[in-house]
């Protein structure tokens, strides 16, 4: 009997063995394709998920749940289970809640896989080779339009504007990182040669194609930057470099000119004539959110009540105020519609808690600080949960 049990022991090792390269390397996939394709980088999770969970130790599990940092996305989820208790949405809506707060729970299974893989950065790296390739297909498309899928902006081939310069942004602050790293140690081609990569990927998100929320964002992670590798005098004259680029590519780019000064147009005609403008949509469902929340602000409406309670709100109102969402384009709004005050500290605990996670030196710490607060500030202006 204590054979069978050894041998059976030895088949799981063995089994665990085998796969735990697997799953590195579907973990790697998925990073690949997620600037290309959401439907690859889905199938990619799900082939991840499979090859990963046979591997997951039960002891290894519950440790990771145990943190703060694989706790706080669990609780987010199970008060989104409770919180069909006291909602009034349809049940398609509760279950699509259900389902966005359930994505969570992948940060505690790679919080395991990682502990015990060297590959860790060949997650970052291939994310970085393939946002590379995707920069050079944009700029090839945006100085040749013709060439470009049909449909598309010039310059955005695959997804959208929104998504592709988040991508850029993240990999502007890794290069930059790596480019110092390189100058300091005295490796003075690779310095400036990882520096130029970086600034096509900066002039792309400049010239080409940008969300405002990503130039939001950019400001933030500059002074991070500054303050993750700089003293303070040094600080003082990359600040002073920075803004002298921004002002330097503010007067060379007509695009980036109109999309942020098309912001003040676009508040001014939803002001003025009620009119469905980007910007105009979201102070209506940010003004409205508001409300909502008030009306329940220890815990919400419940899980899935967005689109429920925007429908109550807009009853008998006419053009931009008639608008009915599940999503308020703001994070903290998602969250606190549903969950009111209690949600909304679950959330914002967790982000606190994913920044500590990276406290220290050395790139991963840089860069996993930054992809936390750059989620952060993107959630002034959009519900990132709710993406993909």
């Not at 590959?119 to 013709?146: H, I």
């Not at 990999?171 to 100058?183: I, K, P, Q, Y």
């Not at 998100?205 to 405002?212: C, E, H, K, L, Q």
Request: aromatic share 10%.
């Amino acid at each position: 009997m204590s054979g069978a049990v050894r041998s059976t022991l030895i088949d799981r090792l063995s089994e665990r063995a085998r796969l735990a390269p697997l799953a590195d390397g579907l973990a790697i996939a998925a990073a690949v394709t997620l600037p290309w394709s959401v439907t690859a980088a889905s199938i990619a999770i799900v082939l991840w998920l499979l090859a990963v969970l046979p591997t997951l130790h039960w002891t290894e599990l519950r440790r990771s749940f145990s943190i703060p940092a694989g706790a706080l996305p669990a609780l987010l989820l199970l008060l989104a289970i409770v919180g069909v208790t006291w909602s009034q949405a349809s049940p398609s809506d509760q279950f699509g809640s259900i389902k966005i707060f359930a994505r969570l729970l992948i940060i505690a299974v790679l919080f395991v896989q990682f502990q015990r893989s060297e590959r860790g950065l060949w997650v970052v790296g291939g994310f970085l080779a393939s946002c590379t390739l995707l920069l050079v297909a944009s700029w090839l498309f945006w100085l040749f339009p013709s060439l470009g899928p049909i449909g598309k902006p010039p310059g955005v081939p695959v997804r959208d504007y929104i998504v592709q310069s988040g991508e850029f942004l993240i990999c502007v602050f890794a290069l930059a990182h790596l480019s110092l790293d390189a100058w300091r140690r005295g490796r003075r081609p690779q310095a400036l040669a990882l520096g130029l990569l970086a600034l096509l990927f900066l002039a792309n998100i400049g010239y080409v194609a940008s969300g405002r929320s990503t130039l939001v964002a950019m400001v933030v992670l500059v002074l991070l930057f500054v303050f993750q590798r700089f003293g303070w005098k040094q600080a003082v004259g990359a600040v002073a470099l920075a803004t002298a680029v921004a002002a330097l590519t503010w007067m060379s780019s007509p695009y980036l000119r109109t999309r942020v000064l098309n912001v003040v147009q676009e508040v001014h005609d939803y002001r003025t004539k009620s009119a469905g403008t980007s910007s105009g949509y979201r102070l209506e469902f940010w003004t409205r959110s508001i409300v909502v929340v008030s009306q329940a602000p220890i815990l919400g409406h419940g899980t899935g009540s967005q689109r429920e309670q925007f429908q109550r709100v807009a009853a008998g109102n006419e053009r931009i105020a008639a608008a009915v969402t599940d999503n308020p384009h703001n994070q903290t709004l998602f969250v606190a519609v549903q969950f009111g005050g209690l949600g909304t500290v679950l959330l914002y605990a967790m982000w606190l808690a994913h920044m500590l996670l990276f406290r220290g030196d050395g790139l991963v710490a840089w860069v996993g600080v930054a992809v936390v607060v750059q989620n952060i500030v993107a959630g002034l202006f959009n519900a990132s949960l709710v993406e993909f």
